[in-house]
């Protein structure tokens, strides 16, 4: 009973106390104070609010689930889906050029035109991205998720008509529209799923964005099988078939429920922030743990409401830090070399001795492990710090792609060297998806307030695009420069990330981004996080 009347104290005679703090000591006393509060919140009080955790809701769930399934999976589904029917694509672009225009491409032309092709995917993904932050605070994070599901839709229907209807315009069109998609999904679905979920949730919900890609990647895979649809006559479905994850998932989209942040901090409908947040929680309408949550949102929303422009993200020197960190994050995922592995991992396997057909289900088995390990990521995030695991993904990804570029290089020297890269592509698959997979795509989320997210996550969005696209332009002509060598820069890569982690990046799980600003608000000269 005593800790009751505290806790009854504290929410009814010193709320003017902490407000007036938070105003006086600037952003670090506030969020002291802020930590303070919620740790007597938790702490002491043993009533109602400890008993009253936010429940995982059906539109809670629905929202999420279907998101992931209906926007994150068909983009991972669009990156890999072109691999195996390649060689059937480029030929049908030659012939329908050749039967509807009379052009005869050269080798060289034709390599030009499937470049554009498998190209304008990744500058859609870098276009989508620099629009995400606009679309994301002007209509609002939902419109923005629907958005990504009417482009991939248009995409699924260029996909099935342009082999009947013979235009490649039509395939070149559908590459651009499920990359402008993309961009939208890495930008502003980790953002939507944050803001959707509670503190004690995020862990379990923000790998899910990591998750989804690598469920599509390996879809395409399966379905992309010669002996599936990769064929000469069913490449075109193969291309589409993730329409039917849109279609399923986007048709409750109705009772998909608004960001209340958005809705509280940004547009000022506090109403509606308040339904929408009973909703998600399942709280009762005169909750405190709603009310806690809504003051929280009051205080945030006090300091800074109008969201930022990427050039008040760029020039405010309290977010250079977190700033570098999404970039570096981002950046250093696509430069890890993991896209690289799944290019050559076929011939690596070639090399081992297995035959073709033996070596595309070898490769499919890689995309199954990479599936299996990436669905640890919600257990992980749920149990483990983000600090210890970004660094032990980044050091042991660093040493497994040495030890592979090493072994393939002098791969002729011993026979037992062919079945030591495949046993480092394996285990680099794995401890990837401990940190360096999941990681990078939620990371902003929780070092960014509601004001400078969206423009954050775009800017970090466009980054990741743009590492994409170097290594799908560098990495053929590197590794005809260099042979096995290549991948040394990608290790490299991983060590500087790790180093990085190691002096900079502040721990986030279970703080809410007031917390962790200002840890990271000197920029460089922050001191390294002890915990």
Same mark, same amino acid.
């Given at each position: 009973m005593e800790a009751s009347c505290r806790m009854d104290k504290l929410h009814e005679g010193d709320s003017l106390t902490f407000r007036n703090a938070a105003q006086m000591g600037g952003d670090s006393a506030k969020s002291l104070v802020r930590q303070q509060f919620r740790s007597v919140t938790y702490n002491t009080c043993t009533t109602r609010v400890i008993q009253e955790q936010p429940k995982w809701s059906w539109t809670l769930k629905l929202a999420v689930y279907g998101t992931s399934l209906g926007a994150?999976?068909?983009?991972?589904?669009?990156?890999?889906?072109?691999?195996?029917?390649?060689?059937?694509?480029?030929?049908?672009?030659?012939?329908?050029?050749?039967?509807?225009?009379?052009?005869?491409?050269?080798?060289?032309?034709?390599?030009?035109?499937?470049?554009?092709?498998?190209?304008?995917?990744?500058?859609?993904?870098?276009?989508?991205?620099?629009?995400?932050?606009?679309?994301?605070?002007?209509?609002?994070?939902?419109?923005?998720?629907?958005?990504?599901? *009417? =482009?991939? !839709? +248009?995409?699924?229907?260029?996909?099935? @008509? &342009?082999? %009947?209807?013979?235009?490649? #315009? /039509?395939?070149? $069109?559908?590459? *651009? =529209?499920? !990359? +402008?998609?993309?961009?939208?999904?890495? @930008? &502003?679905? %980790?953002?939507?799923?944050? #803001? /959707?979920?509670? $503190?004690?949730?995020?862990?379990k919900l923000a790998p899910l964005c990591g998750l989804g890609l690598t469920v599509g990647v390996v879809v395409a895979q399966v379905f992309s099988l010669q002996t599936v649809l990769g064929g000469p006559e069913h490449w075109h479905l193969a291309l589409a078939l993730y329409g039917i994850f849109v279609l399923v998932c986007y048709a409750p989209f109705r009772c998909y429920p608004e960001s209340p942040k958005w809705l509280y901090i940004v547009k000022g409908r506090k109403v509606e922030a308040a339904q929408q947040l009973q909703l998600l929680r399942g709280y009762a309408r005169d909750s405190e743990a709603l009310q806690a949550e809504l003051r929280d949102m009051e205080e945030e929303a006090r300091v800074k409401s109008t969201p930022s422009s990427y050039a008040q993200v760029l020039s405010n020197p309290q977010l250079r830090l977190p700033l570098a960190i999404v970039f570096i994050y981002l950046g250093g995922q696509q430069l890890s070399g993991i896209n690289a592995i799944f290019y050559y991992s076929v011939s690596i396997f070639?090399?081992?001795?297995?035959?073709?057909?033996?070596?595309?289900?070898?490769?499919?088995?890689?995309?199954?492990?990479?599936?299996?390990?990436?669905?640890?990521?919600?257990?992980?995030?749920?149990?483990?710090?983000?600090?210890?695991?970004?660094?032990?993904?980044?050091?042991?990804?660093?040493?497994?792609?040495?030890?592979?570029?090493?072994?393939?290089?002098?791969?002729?020297?011993?026979?037992?060297?062919?079945?030591?890269c495949i046993v480092c592509i394996f285990l680099y698959i794995v401890v990837f998806q401990f940190g360096l997979g999941p990681l990078p795509f939620f990371i902003g989320a929780e070092l960014f307030e509601v004001a400078p997210r969206s423009a954050a996550m775009s800017l970090g969005s466009v980054v990741y695009w743009l590492c994409n696209l170097i290594i799908g332009m560098a990495f053929p002509t590197l590794q005809s420069a260099w042979g096995a060598l290549v991948f040394l820069p990608c290790s490299l890569t991983c060590l500087l990330v790790f180093m990085f982690t190691l002096r900079y990046v502040p721990e986030t799980r279970g703080r809410d981004p007031s917390e962790v600003a200002p840890l990271v608000a000197d920029g460089f000269k922050s001191k390294r996080p002890r915990h």
């Open positions: 994150t999976l068909p983009v991972g589904y669009c990156t890999g889906v072109v691999n195996s029917p390649a060689v059937h694509m480029r030929a049908w672009c030659q012939e329908t050029l050749l039967a509807r225009y009379n052009l005869q491409l050269s080798a060289d032309a034709l390599e030009l035109l499937w470049a554009t092709v498998v190209s304008l995917f990744l500058v859609g993904g870098a276009v989508g991205s620099m629009t995400g932050a606009s679309i994301a605070n002007r209509f609002g994070r939902r419109p923005a998720a629907f958005i990504c599901g *009417l =482009l991939l !839709g +248009l995409g699924a229907i260029c996909f099935y @008509a &342009c082999r %009947p209807l013979r235009s490649v #315009e /039509l395939l070149c $069109l559908g590459r *651009l =529209l499920v !990359g +402008l998609a993309a961009g939208l999904v890495i @930008a &502003c679905m %980790p953002m939507y799923h944050s #803001e /959707l979920a509670a $503190l004690q949730q995020r862990s070639r090399r081992a001795g297995l035959s073709s057909q033996q070596a595309e289900f070898a490769n499919l088995g890689a995309g199954c492990t990479n599936l299996a390990a990436a669905m640890l990521g919600p257990i992980l995030m749920e149990r483990f710090n983000r600090r210890p695991l970004m660094l032990f993904s980044s050091f042991f990804c660093c040493v497994f792609l040495f030890l592979f570029a090493m072994l393939l290089q002098f791969i002729d020297l011993y026979s037992w060297f062919a079945l030591a």
